[in-house]
């Protein structure tokens, strides 16, 4: 066995706040069907293949020295595309760039949270949130959603008021239920917050809503909204989120990141994925069309859908979810059981991925749910 086996995680000198906790963990199964993470499913096209392939060649030739620190050449792509999505102007200033929104909130934790502060979340929502806010020692305290999974929205900003949490996270779209929120909604809850609020908007392309980018100017002091290109962008792989906020929110986090934490093949990439923004994005008409298609399917088949505004729904009222999702896998379709009472979620994929799942969805139904 390998050196050091012997030891277990119990006998290391780690962290309190560690100890006993489970590390993130969607299943990565060699499945016929992935439906299980929220990817686009659709694969990148010849000529951003191509682009990516050159970009990254060219970076290859300054590998021996260390990358644009800041990413400005990227950060100025990122603010033109968000200008032109939202009709907010954003320049270089307003923009901040890591390794996925994964690495955007643990910085932004690293620089907002820590031991004696706290951070909120309305669940159920995104895992990684108080994942990563007791990664840095931040308490974390949560309030549920409604039985609708709809945030109450009055409750939420008393309950931020008693509170007073340095952190607040919204998700809209949220993960995994996929319903969002209004401008209003976060105008409130950004009103009464007395620290930073994060409006983490990694399915923002999916939805029609306005991006949360409209009230920045309004709280430039505490908001924050986070995005990927993950999902809409098919760029999940490649890893790279960001956030648009402040100048000055965006200086602060220059005091808690890397130096140096996005490569140079990584900033080259994502530049170069950028530049097919338009392709890309048009996948995400054809999965929001298929989400309908699939919604209209599981209702027909007796599910209950919860309204979905991004690349995935939840349904149920399943009798027993976790030997549903068995079912499901054992027809070949990976989706995801977040531990959710009588519900799973599935993302969109494909035509043909969503035909199986539907077909396995049917199967499911004629057993009894
Ligand atoms: N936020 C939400 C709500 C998500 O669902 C995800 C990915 N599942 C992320 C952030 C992180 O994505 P990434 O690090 O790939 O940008």
């Known amino acids: 066995s390998a050196p050091g086996a012997r030891f277990t995680l119990a006998d290391l000198p780690l962290r309190e706040a560690l100890r006993g906790q489970h590390a993130y963990g969607a299943p990565q199964l060699d499945v016929p069907v992935a439906l299980n993470t929220n990817e686009n499913p659709h694969p990148p096209s010849r000529a951003l293949v191509d682009d990516v392939a050159e970009s990254v060649r060219q970076a290859a030739t300054v590998l021996h020295r260390y990358p644009d620190r800041d990413a400005v050449a990227l950060r100025a792509d990122l603010a033109r595309y968000l200008t032109g999505r939202t009709g907010v102007e954003l320049g270089v200033e307003n923009l901040w760039a890591a390794n996925g929104s994964n690495e955007i909130l643990q910085q932004l934790l690293q620089a907002y949270g820590g031991p004696g502060r706290t951070a909120i979340g309305f669940v159920p929502s995104y895992s990684m949130h108080s994942i990563i ?40 779209p949220n993960n995994p239920t996929g319903q969002s929120l209004s401008l209003d909604d976060i105008r409130a809850v950004v009103s009464v917050a007395p620290g930073i609020v994060i409006v983490d908007e990694a399915y923002g392309e999916f939805s029609d809503r306005p991006s949360a980018i409209a009230l920045l100017d309004e709280f430039g002091d505490r908001l924050v909204v986070t995005r990927t290109m993950s999902k809409a962008f098919a760029f999940a792989g490649g890893r790279l989120g960001y956030l648009v906020a402040s100048p000055a929110l965006v200086e602060s986090l220059l005091l808690v990141r890397l130096p140096y934490h996005l490569s140079v093949v990584t900033q080259a990439a994502a530049r170069a994925a950028l530049r097919h923004a338009d392709d890309t994005l048009a996948t995400v008409a054809a999965i929001v069309a298929e989400r309908g298609r699939v919604v209209a399917e599981l209702t027909a088949l007796g599910y209950s859908v919860v309204d979905s505004d991004a690349n995935f729904v939840l349904f149920g009222h399943l009798t027993d979810a976790a030997i549903a999702w068995q079912r499901f896998l054992d027809r070949g379709v990976l989706i995801r059981d977040l531990r959710i009472p009588g519900h799973l979620r599935a993302t969109i994929g494909l035509a043909a991925e969503n035909d199986a799942f539907l077909r396995a969805a049917a199967e499911v139904a004629a057993d009894g749910l």
């Open 133 to 172: 806010t007791g990664g840095t020692d931040t308490t974390w305290v949560e309030m549920l959603r409604e039985a609708d999974f709809t945030l109450d929205v009055t409750a939420a900003v008393a309950e931020i008021g008693r509170r007073a949490p340095d952190v607040v996270f919204l998700t809209s």
